[in-house]
Structure formats: C-alpha cells, structure tokens
C-alpha cells in the first residue's frame, strides 16, 4: 500500500551572497531558477505531485514566477529551518503519513535519490531518514561542504548518534568528514509531536530541523541513513557554488564524480 508523503521545500532565503537581484530561490542556473531544478526532479520521483514551498523573502514573486500547480506557506520570520517546517503544518492534510525535506539551494539532487529517501524511510522502523555525504577531504569543489554539520557514528555499531552544526562543533568533530546535506524523511505524526520540543540554544539562536535526529535517539529511536553523492549535496550560497552546478548540469554528472 502507498503511503501519503508530502514534499515540503524551504525556499524563504534571500540569497544574499549571490548578490544579483533575484530571490534566492530564482536565481538562474542554466538559465532556470534553480528551484526548477528540484521541482523536476521532485516531478520526476512520483511522490508528491503538489509540493508544499516555504516561501519568504519576495514571496508573491517567487509564487507568480513558479505559479498554481504548487501550494505555498510564508515564513516571515527566518527562524531557522524547524521553524520553517513548523509554518507548513497547517497547509499539510492529517492523512498524510510521510514528509520530506527539501532545500531550494540544491537544483543537482536527483530525482532517484528522493526515491531512495523515501524508501528507505518506509523498510525503516524509526521516525526519520536522512541522507549523508562522505568525503575525502574539504578541498577544492567540496569546500562548501565544510560548512555542513558532522554526523556522529558511536564505535559499537555505527549507528548514528547526533548531529552537531559547524558553528557548535569541537575541533575534534570538524575533522569527521560526513556531514549532513540536511535532506530528511519524516514520519508525520512523530513530526508534529516534536517540533515543539526544538530549542535555540545555539550559536545562532535558530530552530535547527536537525535537533530533531538527537530528539530521536534520546527516545531510543533508531535513525535509518543512505549516502549520497557529494555532488548532489552542493548547496547554492555563492557565485563560485553557482558554477559549480551550472556545470554538474550541463555535464550531468551529479552522481558519478566523486
């Protein structure tokens, strides 16, 4: 039997390093905003055929440049990512049973790979799935990725155990090189029942989606985790990671350069 899953897709950023005009979310990559990008291959995946877009930062012209066939939340006050999410629960029907987690930022993840997301959440027993991202080093392309947080894997089975944001990480933990590309799958109800126990007590005061993975494993709930490529992880932040994409693109080699 399917099951319900909707997409959600954090979209309220200003894009403020880009610095071209556009809201972050419509920034031409290949000449297409980048969140078309994700919303062909969200099309593509067959899982939500309306997905719900958190909008911020010139929302009614992110909404007129994407238009009617997806439904849309404000956020008007950029709390961080929970509290993104946290403003979609009303617009998401109570017979839905999963929810993923999308960032606009990341026009190369593929459609495959949402696949494998939400799968992976259905065979698992615990409330959430992510994905992780492994690299050699933080060296030339996969700088950006340094920014990401660290997973932490105990020594007994390697069973996740937190993650930690890089701004709250020790110099111990940066050197662990996986890291969270922050792309989940939820179940619903358990969702909704914890957003409200996010706090902000962090560096940047935010309400981070993340928190909820150490929620998880304090209630002694398994966290199922599938890697992916690095190139299907690479954010959108700067002029620099705009080339980057554009070129994975053209090229269309986001899960085969390592």
């Known amino acids: 039997m399917k099951i319900k899953t909707r997409v959600i897709i954090l979209a ?3 894009g403020t390093r880009m610095n071209n005009g556009f809201p972050k979310a419509l920034t031409p990559v290949g000449g297409t905003p980048m969140i078309a990008h994700l919303l062909h291959a969200v099309a593509d995946a067959h899982i939500d055929s309306r997905p719900l877009i958190v909008i911020g930062h010139e929302a009614e012209k992110v909404r007129a440049a994407l238009g009617p066939h997806y439904d849309y ?3 008007h006050e950029q709390l961080g990512t929970g509290h993104a999410v946290a403003c979609a629960r009303g617009a998401v029907s109570a017979d839905t049973e999963a929810i993923v987690v999308l960032y606009a930022d990341h026009p190369t993840l593929r459609s495959s790979t949402i696949t494998r997301l939400v799968r992976l959440h259905r065979e698992s027993a615990g409330p959430l799935a992510l994905m992780t991202v492994t690299v ?4 030339e392309w ?10 932490i894997r105990n020594e007994r089975d390697a069973h996740i155990t937190d993650i930690v944001e890089r701004r709250d990480a020790t110099p111990e933990q940066l050197n662990i090189r996986e890291v969270n590309p922050s792309f989940f799958c939820f179940r619903a109800a358990w969702l909704w029942d914890h957003l409200p126990q996010l706090k902000q007590d962090n560096t940047a005061h935010e309400f981070y989606l993340t928190d909820l993975v150490h929620i998880a494993i304090q209630n002694g709930q398994s966290v199922a985790s599938i890697g992916i490529s690095p190139l299907e992880s690479i954010g959108i932040n700067t002029p620099a990671q705009l080339a980057l994409a554009e070129q ?4 269309g080699d986001a899960s085969d350069k390592q």
């Not at 050699?136 to 060296?139: E, S, V, Y």
């Not at 996969?142 to 997973?151: E, Q, T, V």
């Open 12 to 14: 309220a950023g200003k």
């Open 73 to 75: 939340v404000v956020q």
């Open 136 to 139: 050699p080093d933080f060296n």
């Open 142 to 151: 996969r700088a950006p990725l340094y920014d990401f947080g660290r997973i």
């Open 248 to 251: 994975l693109l053209e090229h």
